[in-house]
Each structure stands twice: as structure tokens, then as C-alpha cells.
């Protein structure tokens, strides 16, 4: 399929990869330009459908009516758009609606440790998308932690991938078991050759030789960065050295007792500069998310010579040492990187009123502490760092 953008009609003009300006071609354009058409459809027709979807909570008793209530105003919107433009795409829409309910579903019973028939939560798919993505992450998960039916050795992916392929059809169970996840490279890369062996049909198998390929390609980057860092221990105030990379980041070890020592030992370490602090942990997908625009800040605070630092405090919950090195290796992310144990962290998130991971604190020159200046990375300029120096 071929996508033609006129530069000369969309300059300076927003819109949702449909429009005067926009034209699909080939294989699959009718179903691409129906489906963006359904997007605008559905944005205009039930705008009020998603704010209580996300609030609704999993422990409400009423949870199962108020799910039901709010998908038939879906289902609804659906008919009204295959009434409008056609069936076309009905399959797709209909399918990636199940999914979103069904995912939904699953959340519920994952909270309520509900199991129920099989056939129930298994719905056809034709299309990825962000829901259809959730559907298959729950599905995981409910797999794992409500159906799996040895609680020693949940945590045994091999077991779990043998329990998938036992308990449902092929392709549920290669979606089931290609959700194995590990934030380390290394630990994932060899899940992913593990679970190989498991796959049943063609298209997981071929999935996964290309995430494979992609991991291989990583981890070699990734050992050259390590073999490369310098790592003589020193002791510094803020901790000892354990690591100093090329791409500008120190690596250390926190020794403070607590979080108000540490944040003292910080501003002192960095006496009238402004300190910017992310809280953070390397399984929080959220904060990964946010390092590039962090990233990018730094460098161009370091071109600009601007009085900035960029501190990152990472819990030592649920990791190791290692893993959170290698983390940060990954991401080649610069500034100065503090491994700090969980008591220590979950005493600054009290000291700045953060409800969890990321969380961002700025420290001005004068020594104030700001917990409201950002929320997050991608919102932050380097303007706006720099109104804070004066």
C-alpha cells in the first residue's frame, strides 16, 4: 500500500491521516482510509466514551453493568458508522471493539482473581492496535497469575509457556506465550530463544527470529559499551563510582541513610546549579519512555552552558545492580545515576507528594525544592530549566 502526503495542502494544517491531502493507494487503502474515517467517527459521535472507561475501577462491584453500560453506546456508535460508510471494515471493527471489552474484562478478573470459561475471553484477530495490544498483555497476565495453577513456580516462564499450549489453541497460545517480558536485553533475549522452541505457528516463530535479530544487534552494542566504561571504584561525596561511560554519565552507589540525606548531599554536590531529579525504576515503562526527551534536554543545556544537572535516582526494587547498569548503558542516557535502595526512595516520594514512578523534582539554585514544575520530560524546554536558574 502507498500513502501520498501533498506538503502543499497539509503545510501548517492538522489533521488525522485522512483529509484533502492524504490519499492511500494500493493494496488495503479502502480498508485503511474506512478505518481512519471510523477513528473520526467514533472521536465525534461518543467523545465521552473513554474518560469513564479509565475510571472505571476493577473493585467496584458494579463494575461488570457499568462496562456493559458504556460498550453498548460503543456497539452502538459502530452501527452508526456501518450505516453511514458501509461494512467494509466491519470485521476489523467489530473485533478490535470485542478486544477492548474483553481486555477490560480480564482486568477484572485479574483483580478479583475470577476464573471463567476459556471460550469467553478468546476473541478474533485481524488488526494490531493499542487495544488489541492490551487485550493480548491481559491475556498474559490472566494466564499467568489467575489460571496457572502452581504458585511456586509462577515465575517459570517455561512452565507457564508448557501451560498456555496444553490449555488453549495454537494461536491463543503463541500470543499468550510471545508476551514474556524482561526489561534486561540479555534476560529477554533469552527468553525469546527459549520460548522459540514453544511457538506453534509461522507467524510467532517469525516474530520472534526478528525480535531475536533486533536483541542480538542491541546486546552486542550494549557489552561493547560496558567492556568500554571506565569502572575503577572511587569514592565520591554523593557515593562510590561504579561505572563511567562515554556517552557523559556516572554511574554510583547511594550511601546515604536516608532521603533527606541524600538530598543534601545533592544540593551540596551541586551548589547554585538547578538540579533536576527523576525518580525512577527500570521496569517502569512510563519512565523509559520519557528518557529521550531528557536526554535531549541535557545535551542541549551542556551546547547551551547552561547551569543544569541532571540527577536520576533509581530504586533497587525488584533489580539488581547489574541490571540497572546495563539499563542505563542501553539507553546511553548522560547525567549523573545513583542506585538507591527502595526505603530511601519511597521516603522521597513522600518528601515530594509522588504518587509513584516517574517522579520529577526540580532543586533551584537557592536550594527550593519545586515538585510541581514538571510532570513530565516531554512537556519540559530548555526555557523553561532556564527561567528556574535566575
Given at each position: 500500500m502507498e500513502i501520498t502526503f501533498d506538503l502543499s495542502k497539509l503545510n501548517k494544517k492538522e489533521i488525522y491521516m485522512i483529509g484533502d491531502g492524504i490519499s492511500f493507494?494500493?493494496?488495503?487503502?479502502?480498508?485503511?482510509?474506512?478505518?481512519?474515517?471510523?477513528?473520526?467517527?467514533?472521536?465525534?459521535?461518543?467523545p465521552d466514551f473513554y474518560k469513564p472507561l479509565r475510571q472505571l475501577n476493577p473493585s467496584d462491584p458494579n463494575f461488570q453493568y457499568k462496562l456493559d453500560s458504556l460498550f453498548k453506546i460503543q456497539r452502538n456508535t459502530d452501527q452508526a458508522f456501518?450505516?453511514?460508510?458501509?461494512?467494509t471494515c466491519k470485521t476489523l471493527i467489530d473485533a478490535a471493539t470485542d478486544a477492548q471489552y474483553t481486555y477490560r474484562q480480564l482486568d477484572y478478573y485479574l483483580t478479583n482473581k475470577i476464573k471463567v470459561a476459556n471460550d469467553s475471553i478468546l476473541v478474533p484477530i485481524y488488526s494490531i492496535s493499542n487495544h488489541v495490544s492490551d487485550y493480548f498483555r491481559f491475556?498474559?497476565?490472566?494466564?499467568?497469575?489467575?489460571?496457572?495453577?502452581?504458585n511456586e513456580t509462577r515465575g517459570d516462564y517455561v512452565k507457564v509457556a508448557d501451560y498456555a499450549n496444553q490449555t488453549f489453541p495454537k494461536n491463543y497460545a503463541d500470543i499468550i506465550n510471545l508476551r514474556f517480558e524482561d526489561d534486561d536485553i540479555a534476560a529477554q533475549n533469552k527468553i525469546y530463544k527459549t520460548i522459540l522452541n514453544k511457538l506453534n505457528s509461522k507467524w510467532a516463530?517469525?516474530?520472534?527470529?526478528?525480535?531475536?535479530?533486533?536483541?542480538?544487534?542491541?546486546?552486542?552494542?550494549?557489552?561493547?559499551?560496558?567492556?568500554?566504561?571506565?569502572?575503577?571504584?572511587?569514592q565520591t561525596s554523593l557515593g562510590k563510582i561504579i561505572k563511567e561511560f562515554s556517552f557523559d554519565a556516572e554511574l554510583l552507589s547511594n550511601q546515604s541513610k536516608d532521603g533527606s540525606e541524600l538530598l543534601k548531599t545533592i544540593k551540596a554536590?551541586?551548589?547554585?546549579k538547578l538540579i533536576v531529579l527523576d525518580i525512577w525504576a527500570t521496569w517502569c515503562a512510563p519512565c523509559i519512555g520519557q528518557m529521550p526527551y531528557s536526554k535531549k534536554l541535557y545535551h542541549e543545556a551542556k551546547g547551551a552552558?547552561?547551569?543544569?544537572?541532571?540527577?536520576?535516582?533509581?530504586?533497587?526494587?525488584?533489580?539488581?545492580?547489574?541490571?540497572?547498569?546495563?539499563?542505563?548503558?542501553?539507553l546511553e542516557q548522560p547525567g549523573t545515576h545513583i542506585f538507591v535502595e527502595n526505603n530511601v526512595i519511597s521516603e522521597?516520594?513522600?518528601?515530594?507528594?509522588?504518587?509513584?514512578?516517574?517522579?520529577?523534582?526540580?532543586?533551584?539554585?537557592?536550594?527550593?525544592?519545586?515538585?510541581?514544575?514538571?510532570s513530565w520530560m516531554k512537556d519540559v524546554?530548555?526555557?523553561?530549566?532556564?527561567?528556574?536558574?535566575?
Open positions: 493507494a494500493g493494496k488495503d487503502a479502502e480498508v485503511n482510509r474506512q478505518m481512519n474515517e471510523y477513528i473520526l467517527f467514533d472521536k465525534k459521535h461518543n456501518y450505516h453511514t460508510y458501509g461494512t491475556l498474559h497476565y490472566y494466564v499467568k497469575y489467575v489460571l496457572y495453577p502452581v516463530k517469525e516474530n520472534i527470529r526478528i525480535e531475536i535479530d533486533g536483541l542480538n544487534v542491541k546486546q552486542t552494542k550494549l557489552e561493547k559499551l560496558l567492556a568500554s566504561a571506565k569502572s575503577a571504584p572511587k554536590k551541586y551548589h547554585n552552558k547552561s547551569p543544569i544537572e541532571f540527577v536520576y535516582l533509581c530504586t533497587d526494587q525488584g533489580l539488581n545492580q547489574e541490571k540497572w547498569i546495563n539499563k542505563v548503558a542501553e522521597l516520594l513522600s518528601l515530594f507528594n509522588g504518587a509513584g514512578f516517574p517522579t520529577y523534582a526540580v532543586i533551584k539554585p537557592n536550594g527550593e525544592i519545586d515538585t510541581k514544575a514538571i524546554t530548555l526555557e523553561k530549566l532556564e527561567e528556574m536558574t535566575k
